[in-house]
């Protein structure tokens, strides 16, 4: 990228809040510097000493736990099967930290308020452990289908995934949730390097407009924070109207809100007028960088009491439930489909579009299918070891010989599940999801390595 190509105003719009030589050596980064990549590892289906065996090219995350960073010119990890599988999720550096220092809890109620594509999201729900509850949203719904597709990639068990405008139902959730996450619609300067679109868009009205709408959602999410609860309010912008701006903003109809100091660190710049919020620059920082502030309720944080799931109303359905060890989840059926949450959680304030682990769907009132979702979800323990020929006829979406009794079985290689099969006399007929197959799919070359 040239100096040239930056869009006009942009830099004298920084100047006006930033040291000098602190907007050379961003400037410098951005239309110069090589763009870094990383991943957080889903330690459910891998652990960090296997994966570092498998891909010695990467580097630990100087932050944050089973995360790692890569060159492109190494590792294709997007054109994986272990992305397919859910075995990672590829995240900006920088923008996990923002998940990262609200540092969310096994049995919390989270809410991601602007969660798609879902990084920030997925990567709260590793740090829970799969436990609690996370409902992820976004007001548009193609971006909401999106991330629900990736939350099924995943397996994620904990996971509520919504499309909602919250100006029309965060009256419903008055103070419920013990930590929210306010990833704000932004200008995205931090985009430069990597999206054209995002450079030939940046204009100063655009980030006024943009702030407008932040000090709004903020607002939103106050209202919805249990007292004693945080908030972590992160943009990928580097304009001080949409970051102090917004946030000194917020103040003005919030004084009692508290502002947490973010740790003390030369890699993280501390803007002049919010000293305890940062940004993280990309020459200071790996990654395209990101501001973050953690704000907080004042007040003592109540857990959220655990409700009794009685799964009477499915009892049809309990030898499923138990075959497959999820006792004691809230197995619901929405929308003729059946789902596994973590811990129940009141949705019916919400444009629903996933509810957990989706079980499964009804064909007929006698005939259902299992879903991809929760052989992504199980551990190997609940399936059948294949070979190499069999896991690339599956992949390739083919069927196979299997002696086995007839029924839908989760078939694994080298411990992963692959998905769902459904034996019939010996053959095994193919469920993994169409728009998943790789017709020229090698293990030697991927999984196998």
């Known amino acids: 990228m040239s100096q040239a190509s930056a869009p006009s105003g942009f830099w004298e719009s920084l100047r006006k809040h930033l040291p000098e030589e602190e907007v050379a050596r961003l400037q410098a980064s951005v239309e110069e510097g090589e763009r870094t990549y990383a991943l957080i590892l889903n330690t459910k289906k891998m652990g960090d000493e296997e994966f570092l065996a498998r891909f010695p090219k990467v580097v630990p995350h100087p932050d944050v736990p089973h995360a790692f960073l890569y060159r492109k010119s190494d590792y294709e990890f997007g054109k994986s099967i272990l992305y397919d599988a859910g075995v990672y999720s590829i995240e900006d550096a920088s923008a996990m ?212 799931i009685p799964l009477a109303p499915y009892s049809k359905y309990r030898d499923f439930v138990r075959h497959y060890g999820l006792e004691g989840r809230s197995n619901e059926f929405h929308r003729e489909k059946f789902y596994s949450l973590e811990r129940a959680f009141d949705v019916s304030h919400m444009n629903l579009l996933r509810y957990g682990v989706k079980l499964l769907e009804m064909r007929s009132s006698q005939i259902y299918i299992p879903d991809h979702h929760l052989a992504a979800y199980l551990g190997p323990e609940h399936s059948i070891p294949v070979g190499k020929e069999e896991a690339k006829a599956y992949i390739q979406g083919l069927t196979f010989p299997l002696h086995r009794m007839d029924g839908f079985a989760i078939i694994s290689y080298l411990g992963l599940n692959l998905g769902f099969v459904k034996v019939v006399k010996g053959i095994a007929k193919n469920h993994y999801p169409k728009g998943l197959r790789r017709p020229e799919w090698d293990p030697d070359l991927d999984i196998a390595r």
Not at 164 to 182: G, R, T, W
Request: aromatic share 10%; charged share 25%; with cysteine.
């Open 97 to 308: 930290m923002p998940a990262y220092f609200l540092a969310p809890r096994a049995e919390e109620v989270v809410y991601d308020m602007c969660a798609a594509p879902g990084g920030k999201a997925l990567a709260s729900s590793l740090f829970m452990e799969d436990r609690g509850v996370l409902v992820a949203n976004d007001v548009s719904f193609p971006r909401a289908h999106s991330l629900s597709q990736n939350v099924e990639r995943m397996g994620r068990g904990n996971m509520v995934v919504t499309s909602n405008d919250v100006s029309f139902n965060h009256e419903s959730y008055p103070e419920c949730f013990d930590k929210i996450l306010v990833d704000a619609p932004c200008s995205g300067s931090a985009m430069f390097r990597k999206d054209e679109e995002a450079l030939a868009d940046w204009s100063e009205r655009k980030v006024m407009v943009n702030h407008a709408r932040q000090v709004e959602l903020l607002s939103y999410a106050y209202e919805m924070l249990k007292p004693g609860g945080r908030i972590a309010y992160s943009t990928c912008s580097f304009s001080y109207e949409e970051n102090e701006g917004t946030i000194l903003e917020f103040l003005r109809t919030r004084r009692e809100a508290r502002l947490v100091p973010l740790p003390e660190d030369e890699r993280f710049f501390r803007p002049e007028d919010v000293p305890e919020a940062i940004y993280l620059f990309p020459h200071r920082f790996p990654g395209e960088g990101q501001f973050v502030c953690l704000i907080e309720k004042p007040g003592e944080l109540v857990p959220t009491p655990r409700k009794a």
